[in-house]
């Protein structure tokens, strides 16, 4: 049997092992997943103890994404994020991926859309994944944040990107194609990141969010007539190029997406 699992601190609420549980099943692949409490202190010890237990697969999650890079080779993509969310075993030292990115990617692809201008809210870790996958899409990133010099920082690590302050986001959006929220903003309350109003037909709207599934955001912009993505469709493609990189398979995404509906409807974070 194989043996998958997701690290973090805290870890109670993960969707994760419902997805690849589910996964699993529906494949008929001998593997289990479980879920591992790995407070910071001992992030080099779970990591050289997965490897010594023939572990095949970690998910990583806060707080650990940034740090466990020191104890792994990277693929391109975690390596211009400077963070990693899935770990392969197979080699040594073992490989650390980021696939938010391509879950972005996959999302993008599923819509009729071709690269113009985006702009993400926030410059954390999520909007440092979805800045280099919109920018190795070809496209114009603007990057709001309240804290502007984070963005500036982000945007400086970008091929075409700008920095703008979180009070100036609004006034930006008639100049964007694509907008997506990668802030918390949302979660858990009725509040948006920007004006539903000055949103349009024109916009296509991404909220990394999804505690509630349906935020105030993506209300907004069904009102508005947007193309409207909630943030459990980024989390299931994450968890599907998880699969594909661990599995070399395509990811049973429809038995996965069910799984991770049942299990959002408890309180779930990734
Ligand atoms: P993070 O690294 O902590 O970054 C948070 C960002 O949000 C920062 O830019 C921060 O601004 C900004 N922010 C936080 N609270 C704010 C507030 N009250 N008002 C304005 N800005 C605020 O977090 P993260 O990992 O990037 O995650 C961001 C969100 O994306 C979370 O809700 C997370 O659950 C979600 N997410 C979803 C997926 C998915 O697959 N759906 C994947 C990853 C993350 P400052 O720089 O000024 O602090």
């Known amino acids: 049997m194989d043996i998958y699992g997701v690290i973090g601190d ?4 993960t969707a994760s092992p419902a997805m690849f549980t589910a996964a699993f099943d529906a494949h008929a692949v001998d593997a289990a997943y ?36 020191r104890y792994l080779d990277l693929t391109g993509d975690a390596a211009a994020v400077g963070a990693v969310n899935t770990i392969d075993f197979s080699t040594t030292p073992p490989m650390g991926d980021n696939t938010d990115v391509a879950g972005l990617a996959a999302v993008l692809d599923s819509i009729p859309t071709t690269p113009g201008r985006a702009l993400i809210v926030g410059a954390g870790g999520a909007a ?10 070809g496209w114009e990133v603007v990057i709001a944040n309240r804290t502007v010099e984070r963005a500036r920082t982000l945007a400086a690590e970008r091929s075409a990107a700008s920095a703008i302050t979180l009070e100036a986001a609004n006034d930006h959006l008639e ?11 949302g979660m858990g309350t009725d509040e948006s990141p920007l004006d539903g109003g000055r949103l349009t037909e024109h916009h296509v709207v991404i909220d990394a969010v999804y505690q509630p599934r349906y935020t105030r ?51 779930a974070c990734v």
């Open 128 to 137: 440092r994944a979805y800045s280099f996958a919109l920018d190795a899409a």
């Open 175 to 185: 100049g964007v194609d694509l907008v997506l929220n990668a802030t918390p903003i």
């Open 217 to 267: 955001l993506l209300a907004d912009a069904e009102a508005a007539g947007s193309v409207a993505i909630g943030g459990d469709r980024l989390l299931l493609e994450q968890a599907c190029a998880a699969y594909e990189r661990w599995r070399n398979e395509p990811a049973p995404i429809e038995a996965m997406r069910e799984a991770l509906g049942r299990s959002l409807t408890r309180e």
């Open 10 to 13: 805290p870890i109670e609420h």
């Open 34 to 69: 479980v879920a591992f409490h790995v407070q910071p202190a001992h992030l080099e010890d779970a990591i050289s103890g997965a490897a010594a237990l023939g572990i095949s697969g970690l998910n990583v999650t806060i707080p650990h994404k940034e740090t466990v890079c």
